[in-house]
């Protein structure tokens, strides 16, 4: 199971978000988001468990739990949303969506 985890300080290091949820089970991958550009941490990351049943222990458990003195924010990863090209291609044509008369 894929778990959103955010809302921790930016120096939190993955090794820090798996030691805090192999307290609750196995853990297959811990993603911490970087900035494309500056590579800094977004503070947010994303962390698979195999096991279900133990991914919901760590949830309940987890959020709102303090770590590094903010409340930690944990809850099931909900599918990535397919984005659009930008501002002005809603509509996929190349006049950015606007009528032409």
């Not at 939190?12 to 800094?40: C, H, W």
């Not at 590094?68 to 984005?83: D, H, K, S, Y």
């Amino acid at each position: 199971m894929n778990i959103y985890v955010a809302n921790f300080p930016h120096s939190t290091t993955e090794d820090e978000l798996r030691e805090a949820f192999e307290a609750y089970g196995a853990v297959s991958t811990v993603s911490v988001i970087k900035d494309k550009f500056t590579g800094q941490p977004r503070g947010f990351a994303f962390v698979e468990m195999p096991t279900k049943v133990e991914a919901k222990a760590a949830i309940e458990q987890l959020d709102g739990r303090d770590l590094g003195g903010r409340p930690l924010t944990v809850n099931e990863a909900r599918p990535r949303e397919e984005r659009s090209g930008g501002p002005g291609n809603r509509s996929g044509g190349r006049n950015g969506g606007r009528r032409s008369f």
